[in-house]
Every structure is written in C-alpha cells, then in structure tokens.
C-alpha cells in the first residue's frame, strides 16, 4: 500500500469520527405509490431548523451596510458588536450546514437504495422488455433532483426571497415612497422573468430528459453488448445509432441553453434599469436632506445585496422546475415499471414463522402441486389455461429425479419458472407440501427450492464469488470443496492455469464460453443445493451446452442432488434423462389438463414427440408440429435402443 493511499484512509478515518455521519444520517424508507415530497416531510425537523437558520443569516447579509450604520452611529465602541454579532451568525451557519447535508446525503441514498429495491422486488417477467440505460439513467437523474430540489429551494429561492423582502421592508421603513417604488418594479420583473423560464422549462426539459434516455439507453446498450456486436460485424451500425443519439441530444441541450441565456439577458438589462431607477430616486432623498448620503450609500448597498440575486430569478427557477419534472419522472416510472404480485423480501412475522414450521416439519413424502395455473405472455395464446400438476415422491426413494420435454416455444421453461417461484401464474396456486409458495419470501423460498435458469448468466467478479453467490455466510465451502467441485465439472485445470478461485469473470460470465458458464452455472446450484437441502431442484438445460464428456459429469451430480431432493429437469437431450423416474411431456398439453409425470416406457406409448427424441429425429423434437401428430404404427419397444443417442 502506498504511503498516499495510507494518508488518505486516515485522513477519511479522522473526518469518519469527527463528523459521525454514518451515525446521523440514514436511509430513510419511501414508497412510490406516495407523492414525491413525502421524502421531505420525513425530515421536516432537520429542514425547519435549516430554513430558520438560513433566513437569520440571509436577513443579515441582505443589510450589513444599514446594520454597520446603526451601530457605529452610536460610537465607534459599537463595531464590536458587529463583529460579535457576525460570528454569532458563522455559528448559526455552522448548525445549519450540518443539518443541510444531513438532509441532501439522506435525499440522495434513499432515492437511490429504494429505487434498487423497487426494482429487486418486481415480478422478473417485468424486467424482460426493460432497457437498463433508461432506467440507470431515471434513478440518477432522480436521486440527484431530490438533492437538489432542497439545496435550490434553501439556497437560492429562500434566500432570494428573504433578501428582496429585507430590501422592500428596509425601504418602507426609511420613505413609504421609495418602499412601494422598490416593490412594484421588483415584482414586475420576478414575475416577467420567472413566467419566461417557467414556460421554458415545460417545454424543453422533457425534451432534455427524452433525449438523455436514448443517449443512455443505447451507450449503455452498446457496453452491454459489445462481444455480440462485434461478432455480427455491426460496429458501424452501433457508432452511427451512438451518433445520432447524441447529436440530437446535443442540438436540445444547445437550444435550451441558448433560451436560457437570453431570458437572463434579458432580465439582467431590465434589473440595471431597476436600479438605475431606485438609484435616482435614492439621490433625491439625499439632496432634499429627507436622508442623510451615508444612509443613501447605505440604502443602495442593501438594494444590490439583497436583490443583485434577481439576476438569477429566472435560472433559479428553471432550475427548480427541471428537478421537480425530474423527481415526477423518476417516481411515475417506478409506479408503471412493473409489480410485485408476491413477497420477496418481507413477510409479517406470524406467518413467516408458521411457514418456517411448516418447512421444518418432516413429513413422509415430497409434494409439488400446481392447481389450475393460467399464464399467458402479453396478448399471446395461453400457454396454460387451467392446467394442473401434481408430483408426490417419497422421501425414501433412491432416486427422486424427474424430466419436463416438450417442442420448442411450448412453455417448458415459463413451467419451470411457474414451479420455482418466478414467474407468478395470473391464476391458480403452487404448493410445495401444502405451502404456497408465493405466500412466502426469499429467505424462506430458497429452503424449499434451488433453480438453475436456461440462460447462463454470472456477476463481474471472481470464480469464489459466482460460486457462492446466494449462499448465506453460515454455510462456508472451503476452497478445497469449491476445488473439488470444478475439478469434477472440468474446469478446474483451465481456471488453476490463471488465478484459481480468485480469476475474474465479466459481467454476463462473458469471458468463458458457454459450456464453461452453463458448468459455472451448475456448480452454483448445486452448492446451493447441498448448503440449503431444498425440497426441489429445478434445473433448465443444464447440459445443451455441454459435450459428451461434460455432460457424463453434469448428469453424475445431478444423480446425486436427486438422491435428497426432488430434481426437475428440463431437457431435450435423452443422456440426461435417462435415469428419471418420470417425464412430464408437454406435448401432450393439448388433450388434457392433468400434466402428469408418465414413466418413460408409458411415455413412449403416449407421446409422438417423445417417440421422435428416441428415433433421433432431432430436427422434428426441437420444433412444434401439430398437435393432431399420431403415433406411427410401426413404433415399438425397440426404440428404447436409441436412449444413449446424444441430441
């Protein structure tokens, strides 16, 4: 470690105990089904004390000129209690810093935090037609508008405010005219100014947020899925869409600022003659003897000090505007982004400990139960009107595993996310040994069940990482069990050639090929599996990546994760099926909607397709043909030769 970076943690260390803010801030809970400003009625106390304090010091800087003449006009003695009463309010300031950053770091967090958890909890089905760069870019946008809608509010609109009011009241106080004078042409022109921006911002800012989406979205996009464009040779697809984006975005920016800059030229010009005016005015009182000239220098001191921020009225607003249509941007996209139709991460204790005896409870055999499930993707066909499943294994039997077929598109992996608590069916329950299980949260859920998706998918970070993912720290693998494990799924020898357990993986798992991230995959799972002893492990595809060879060791594991639990497995390739107890064909989906799990020798009876994977015909299996196929009269036993075909 360097000697900079030394100094530095200590230094961070040093301020960590002085300032304590990990102690005084906080997150602080929000739902997005309430209005955007109840972020800020949760800390009303902090922001009071912070307006009350900053109208005390914006009162005194508004008029330090008439103050310092109301004191040394009473002696010379007197400049001391200026400079007291100028420290009195430093100290002021001080108390209102603290809480002011109090409050904008709470701001900033929370909005975050709870824009994340939102979208952790949201059914996954929502999250497929979802554009990452938008979303990144609403929850940037949005945590930052919330900061800076208490910062403009305090230190610009309040203290604009509070200043011209210190002017107009020091006015009137002195000559009524010159008061009433000062307020009519200030109003005049807050109220000219502020409707130009005003009219601006309605008009530009959703431009602006339209136009940095797109360029977010696809900048975003283009890192995401920089292998697979390159390997469709589209790069200059990509630059052109990433040009396009942003020079549009360029062209609004450039617009709203240009706007921007002539109404405030415009309202500085109109202020000068404000000035000019008060300014005439003021020398007349001097010249008439109505007000003595340091009185007069004072009066004009106070005018510019307390008003000069009037040159700014129009940006302080559009700005305040802008943050505002930001904080409803971010808050109306969480509202319509998607649902949580069941509990993920929080439960009412009484029934989160009731299922946890229920899943203690050791009963004689393992139940899965899908009763009258309907799903359907947008306005498709339904994949499943009605249909149930239902699953009894004995605890004691051997082996417990089970296989799903069915053609291509049929709805074999929305089941499986159906049964592993995924994807919520819009009607129908699922019940593992009478426990919905969509009544209950992640912590318990994964008691219950392990999954392994179709899609190989992995964490920017290192082998032990993706490995122990999902896995609570009471359940600690050694690297010698996590070595043993990659070494029976062949990929110890190449990962052992690089940094071992601590090689690192891309997002995506994009640095290995895809029989490495389909095993990487497994080997997740499955130390999932052995940690938590779930009652049912669900795995799709798990080897239509793999070789022979690769697929001979994935299928041994599987074997024995099926001697404990329950093992799903869907699969077009006959090796890993050969030893299930049962397959469920979806096929057969059509002529009734008791999907039962049908010995293979049955099956085979029953079942064109299936009948199709025995013969080898891979090209039919993989694609759905019509439901009204039949059994070919020559079909016989025989077929069963063809089990060890790899398809």
């Not at 964490?459 to 720290?473: E, H």
């Amino acid at each position: 470690m360097s000697v900079t970076h030394q100094i530095s943690q200590r230094y961070y260390r040093w301020l960590n105990r002085l300032f304590r803010m990990d102690k005084y801030a906080r997150l602080i809970p929000i739902d997005f089904n309430q209005p955007w400003w109840h972020l800020y009625k949760k800390q009303w106390g902090s922001i009071a004390i912070v307006a009350v304090l900053e109208t005390c010091n914006n009162v005194f800087l508004s008029m330090p000129a008439l103050i310092l003449e109301y004191f040394l006009l009473r002696g010379t003695a007197y400049f001391g209690y200026f400079v007291l009463l100028w420290g009195i309010i430093l100290l002021l300031e001080l108390v209102a810093d603290f809480h002011s950053t109090r409050v904008m770091v709470q701001c900033l967090q929370s909005i975050n935090y709870a824009a994340n958890q939102h979208l952790l909890q949201v059914d996954p089905i929502f999250h497929q037609s979802s554009t990452k760069g938008k979303v990144l870019a609403k929850i940037y946008r949005g945590s930052e508008a919330f900061q800076e809608i208490f910062r403009a509010a305090i230190y610009e609109i309040l203290s604009l405010i509070i200043g011209v009011v210190t002017v107009i009241v020091s006015f009137l106080t002195i000559d009524i005219r010159l008061g009433l004078l000062a307020l009519v042409l200030l109003s005049i022109l807050t109220l000219v100014s502020v409707g130009l921006f005003l009219f601006s911002a309605k008009v530009l800012v959703p431009l602006r947020i339209d136009a940095d989406d797109r360029v977010k979205n696809v900048g975003t996009e283009s890192l995401m899925q920089a292998t697979l464009i390159r390997s469709t040779f589209s790069a200059h697809h990509v630059n052109a869409k990433l040009q396009q984006v942003n020079k549009q975005r360029l062209s609004i920016e450039g617009n709203s600022l240009r706007s921007y800059d002539i109404i405030s030229s415009l309202s500085k010009i109109a202020y000068v003659g404000i000035f000019a005016f008060i300014g005439i005015f003021v020398i007349n009182l001097v010249t008439s003897n109505t007000i003595s000239q340091t009185t007069g220098i004072a009066l004009l001191v106070t005018f510019f000090s307390g008003t000069y921020q009037l040159l700014v009225v129009g940006q302080f607003i559009y700005r305040f505007k802008d943050q505002l249509i930001r904080a409803h941007d971010l808050v109306a996209f969480m509202r319509s982004y998607g649902q949580q139709t069941f509990p993920v991460m929080y439960l009412p204790p009484a029934q989160e400990l009731t299922v946890k005896k229920n899943i203690i409870k050791k009963s004689l055999a393992l139940c899965l139960e899908a009763c009258n499930i309907k799903f359907r993707y947008g306005q498709n066909n339904p994949l499943f009107n009605g249909h149930k499943v239902r699953l009894v294994v004995p605890r004691e039997q051997e082996s417990k595993l089970y296989g799903i077929i069915g053609y291509s598109g049929q709805g074999k992996s929305t089941l499986l996310s159906i049964l592993g608590g995924q994807l919520k069916p819009s009607a129908g329950n699922v019940f593992i040994n009478q426990i919905n299980i969509y009544a209950i949260n992640d912590e318990v859920r994964r008691s219950l069940l392990a999954l392994q998706n179709q899609n190989s998918a992995g964490f920017y970070g290192s082998i032990r990482y993706n490995l122990t993912f999902g896995i609570a720290r009471g359940c600690h693998y050694t690297n010698q069990e996590l070595i043993e494990v990659l070494e029976r799924l062949g990929l110890w020898e190449v990962l052992q050639q690089k940094r071992g357990l601590e090689t690192k993986v891309s997002e995506g798992g994009l640095a290995l090929s895809s029989g490495q991230r389909q095993r990487l995959d497994f080997a997740s799972v499955y130390l999932r599996a052995r940690c938590y002893k779930p009652a049912f492990v669900l795995l799709d595809e798990p080897t239509s990546n793999l070789d022979e060879e690769n697929e001979r060791a994935v299928s041994a594991m599987i074997q024995e994760l099926a001697t404990d639990a329950v093992v799903l497995v869907v699969s077009h390739r006959l090796k890993t099926l050969e030893k299930t107890q049962g397959i469920l064909d979806l096929s057969l989906a059509h002529t009734t909607k008791e999907l039962a799990f049908i010995q293979p020798e049955q099956l085979a009876q029953q079942s064109f397709y299936y009948q199709q994977l025995l013969t080898g015909n891979v090209s039919f299996a993989l694609s759905k043909k019509s439901d009204t196929a039949s059994i070919p009269e020559n079909f016989s036993q025989e077929n069963f030769s063809h089990l060890d075909t790899i398809v």
